[in-house]
């Protein structure tokens, strides 16, 4: 995969992504406000998530490639109640993440969920996955403050590709008659999913390419990543082609 963010840029855009989810939790009625995207989710328990998965990914970090799990954050305060301390307690959480990843480097392995994925075990694609937690959890918590935004289209366009290869792209068979999938993004690229009994392989496509798919989605970058993320509903996109091949995708469960 080529044009994706570098490293830097990484870690400057989760500290934007980070600026941008305190300001919305800054600005919602209520810590117990419901966070529509989140069932049974207030706004506190999304800060919450947030501060001790950051907490828990910069110590996963820290650890290097000889951690086997990830890593639970040791002597982390109590989570504050208190509105104040509570954005200072995430904004903490976020410097420790950057913090480590900067220490680390892109290149240094790491702890990942991702074992047989297209995303390698490395800080950098850490980072990359981190970026989207931030980009899809700020736009949580901009709906719940009532003033949701889209993506930024820099974060959107890198996070349809890492959502594919991180978290669709696996070597498990796809249990089906083998299909492709394309997803075309407005701001003018496009990628394929295909599923064969060798896995889900993704791959960027060419502008030129004259190949159709058996089904496409079609929609803004941001657009393609909320949906990805089930925030906003499949039908959000312009689909074309076998809904069936759609369906199964979101019914399958990879081993």
């Not at 040791?74 to 208190?82: I, N, Q, S, T, Y």
């Not at 901009?142 to 590709?161: F, K, N």
């Not at 003018?188 to 009994?197: F, I």
């Amino acid at each position: 995969m080529q044009e994706t963010l570098e490293f830097p840029d990484l870690l400057r855009l989760i500290d934007e992504r980070s600026t941008a989810f305190l300001a919305a939790v800054a600005a919602a009625p209520s810590l117990d406000a419901m966070v529509p995207t989140c069932p049974e989710w207030t706004l506190f328990d999304l800060v919450e998530h947030m501060g001790t998965g950051r907490r828990s990914w910069a110590a996963t970090v820290a650890a290097g490639p000889r951690a086997t799990a990830k890593v639970e954050a040791e002597g982390a305060p109590a989570v504050p109640r208190e509105r104040e301390a509570l954005l200072a307690w995430m904004a903490e959480s976020t410097r420790q993440l950057l913090d480590a990843l900067r220490e680390a480097g892109p290149d240094r392995g790491c702890w990942v969920w991702w074992g047989d994925s297209q995303s390698p075990a490395t800080c950098g694609a850490v980072a990359r996955h981190q970026l989207q937690q931030f980009a899809v959890h700020t736009y949580d918590a901009q709906l719940t403050a009532g003033d949701p935004r889209p993506l930024t289209e820099d974060v959107a366009l890198d996070g349809v590709e890492e959502f594919l290869v991180t978290c669709c792209a696996t070597t498990s068979a796809w249990p089906h008659e083998p299909a492709t999938i394309d997803y075309h993004a407005t701001e003018g690229r496009s990628w394929r999913v295909r599923l064969s009994a060798d896995g889900a392989r993704i791959a960027r496509l060419p502008a030129t390419t004259t190949d159709e798919a058996d089904a496409t989605g079609t929609g803004t970058a941001g657009e393609l990543v909320l949906a990805f993320y089930d925030r906003i509903p499949l039908d959000s996109l312009e689909l074309a082609g076998d809904r069936l091949v759609f369906d199964r995708i979101v019914a399958w469960e990879p081993e």
